[in-house]
């Protein structure tokens, strides 16, 4: 399908997907929509940011038998945030119908839920602890849906929740649908796969580029100076709508926050050591844009989703170089454009070579006079070293130690081999203009 009209959607939602702006599915979308209207049980793995949300909300709500007071669909996601906005985004869809939807998070109150929970929603979304409480309280009866979500399939499992899902998916229709997203599919994660997935369709758009378009990237050196005075330097000299600060732990995020706070940079912090009160209360000012700045740990890549980043700062290079991949995926998003900046030192570089593989095209930056301006390629100089040590091997290869040796015979082929190199370089020069 090449635009949304092509599906024979329900009025109601061809009237959602209108006022959304939605006009041409992504690639995502177009491989998963349609098995997911077929019941066709499948494994999406893509990248961040690749419009995968839609891609199985249009389907279901499409789905969704109105009449029957009964859950039909369960969508999981690890985080409450990420939970969050897949709900936000079912609401949009289903505003103007009779369609009911519940969000269960963690962090809410467990008692009155269930109170609630009097008349059973059509569609649930939530995180996979709260979901199974409300199964195990007898709550909620997920026995009668035929379609399973799980989002961010591989995040699900490194925070330890598939034992959850497990739990309630259990309960479910043998010839249950199963659809998985993720960005990667560990080995550990197969058997759970292999137990409720029979020959599922496995769509892999890793193929296509790993970010969105629309993204500078920009490799700054820290140089003679320390990571915390050349990211003031950075902070200073760009102007974001939103800027977040990716940092590997969670009291490097503290200390950058503080350093930032310190120098008259107002700045957030989202880790996951914040209490859920907390948590909650700083995803609202960011929402309401008291912050500019954002200093984040890489749980906020996969569990968060804030509108209009438009700068990404690795204060540092990911351990786990895949979450590259899903920070700079928190700019650039819905067409528009972003830059991601990362901060670097010599002993980054085989790192950075491992990212540059995954196709991030990196131009080098300094800082002066409050702009952006060129540096050379950071290969430059290993290239020319290249260049000259294959020189070097032409000129051994072509000046022979004599058979019989006189006295002075190494003076004169040294002679012979800086003779030989100047006409090599003289010829490089020229090949070269």
């Given at each position: ?12 939602l061809r ?11 992504t ?20 990248h961040?940011?690749t ?5 199985f909300l ?6 969704i ?22 709900f936000?985004?079912l609401?949009?869809?289903?505003e ?8 269960f ?9 269930i ?10 979304v ?7 409480d409300?199964?195990k309280e ?5 026995h009668t849906?035929?379609?399973l ?15 959850d ?6 309960q ?6 199963m ?5 990667t599919?560990?080995?550990r994660?197969?058997?759970?796969l ?11 758009m890793?193929d296509?580029k790993p ?5 500078d990237?920009?490799l700054?050196p820290?140089?003679s100076k320390s ?7 950075i ?7 939103i ?8 009291k490097?995020a503290?200390?950058v ?10 700045a ?10 907390d ?5 609202k000012?960011v929402r ?6 954002i200093v984040?740990t ?23 170089l ?16 972003g ?7 010599p002993?980054?570089?085989?790192a ?12 080098r930056?300094?800082i ?10 950071r ?11 294959e ?8 000046v ?11 003076r ?17 020069g020229?090949?070269n203009?």
């Amino acid at each position: 399908m090449s635009k949304y009209t092509d599906y024979q959607f329900k009025p109601f939602l061809r009237d959602a997907i209108q006022a959304l702006g939605f006009e041409t599915p992504t690639p995502i979308q177009k491989e998963m929509i349609p098995l997911l209207l077929k019941g066709k049980s499948a494994i999406g793995q893509a990248h961040t940011g690749t419009g995968k949300t839609h891609s199985f909300l249009l389907p279901i709500v499409q789905r969704i038998n109105e009449e029957q007071q009964e859950v039909q669909a369960v969508i999981t996601s690890p985080t409450r945030e990420l939970a969050q906005q897949i709900f936000d985004a079912l609401q949009q869809l289903i505003e103007h119908t009779d369609i009911r939807a519940k969000l269960f998070i963690g962090g809410t109150d467990k008692k009155r839920t269930i109170e609630k929970l009097t008349t059973q929603p059509q569609i649930v979304v939530g995180t996979p602890g709260r979901i199974n409480d409300l199964v195990k309280e007898q709550a909620l009866f997920v026995h009668t849906a035929n379609i399973l979500v799980v989002d961010e399939a591989d995040l699900a499992f490194d925070m330890g929740f598939i034992e959850d899902i497990d739990g309630f998916a259990a309960q479910m229709p043998e010839r249950l649908e199963m659809y998985v997203f993720s960005a990667t599919i560990p080995e550990r994660l197969k058997p759970f796969l292999k137990k409720y997935m029979d020959a599922p369709v496995h769509i892999n758009m890793k193929d296509s580029k790993p970010v969105a378009e629309g993204i500078d990237f920009y490799l700054v050196p820290t140089r003679s100076k320390s990571r915390g005075d050349r990211l003031l330097e950075i902070v200073q000299t760009i102007n974001p709508y939103i800027a977040v600060i990716f940092t590997n732990t969670r009291k490097t995020a503290e200390q950058v926050a503080y350093y930032l706070n310190s120098n008259g940079v107002r700045a957030g912090q989202i880790h996951g050591d914040l209490s859920p009160r907390d948590r909650k209360k700083m995803m609202k000012q960011v929402r309401d844009l008291e912050y500019q700045y954002i200093v984040a740990t890489d749980l906020a890549a996969r569990g968060i989703d804030i509108q209009g980043i438009s700068h990404v700062i690795n204060y540092e290079i990911p351990e786990d170089l895949e979450f590259f991949i899903h920070r700079v995926g928190r700019t650039a998003r819905a067409g528009n454009k972003g830059t991601a900046i990362t901060l670097y030192e010599p002993s980054d570089e085989d790192a950075l070579a491992r990212v540059e593989a995954m196709g991030i095209p990196f131009e080098r930056k300094d800082i002066a006079k409050g702009e952006f301006v060129d540096m050379k390629d950071r290969h430059a100089r290993k290239n020319r070293q290249k260049q000259v040590n294959e020189i070097d091997e032409i000129a051994k290869s072509k000046v022979r130690k004599p058979k019989k040796v006189k006295p002075g015979y190494k003076r004169k082929m040294g002679w012979k081999m800086d003779e030989i190199k100047r006409k090599e370089r003289r010829k490089r020069g020229r090949m070269n203009k």
